[in-house]
């Protein structure tokens, strides 16, 4: 069910554009710019135009999604970095936050990049929403529910931790 309405939204070239715009919110980066290869069709990378706001925690992000991953090796950084790029442009009032990185870290070893984009777009716009942003209102709201759901089934266990002084949202907050 997370793709249903994927193919309907999917718009030819948007992810190339995104990758390619150049507006004035946005500073060259000296990573990528980004350049279709006639030989085979795939984005080559220089220079990438990214939002400063975004630029620095998504540079600090890249290594921590799934350190180590041979699929995730500087290719496979470059191809996240152009992702988690896209999607902040895609959806300027979200930008990047953390954990994006994660989602789609993902689904690039699931998945060819620009359907992954596709995917993290779906997923985001569609489920998460509220989700990721500075505030995170939408992830806080669901910590505090569960807390009550364990304090309601696991009343032994609330108390252990509130013992220990661990806040339950400490622990799922990752998940």
Avoid at 80 to 107: D, I, K
């Amino acid at each position: 069910q997370a793709f249903v309405g994927v193919k309907a939204r999917r718009v030819d070239k948007y992810y190339q554009n995104l990758l390619a715009s150049n507006g004035d919110s946005e500073i060259k980066s000296n990573h990528q710019n980004l350049q279709l290869d006639d030989n085979d069709g795939k984005i080559n990378a220089e220079l990438i135009h990214v939002p400063e706001k975004w630029k620095g925690q998504i540079e600090k992000d890249l290594p921590r999604a799934f350190p180590g991953h041979p699929a995730l090796d500087e290719d496979g950084r470059n191809a996240l970095r152009r992702l988690l790029t896209a999607y902040a442009r895609h959806n300027p009032s979200v930008g990047y936050c953390q954990a994006m990185n994660f989602f789609a870290g993902l689904l690039l070893l699931l998945m060819p990049e620009e359907n992954a984009f596709w995917t993290l777009m779906g997923i985001l716009d569609d489920y998460f929403d509220g989700y990721f942003s500075e505030d995170m209102i939408e992830s806080q709201v669901d910590q505090l529910v569960f807390e009550e759901l364990v304090r309601e089934r696991f009343p032994k266990l609330a108390n252990h931790l509130d013992y220990l002084g661990v806040q339950v949202a400490w622990v799922t907050g990752p998940w």
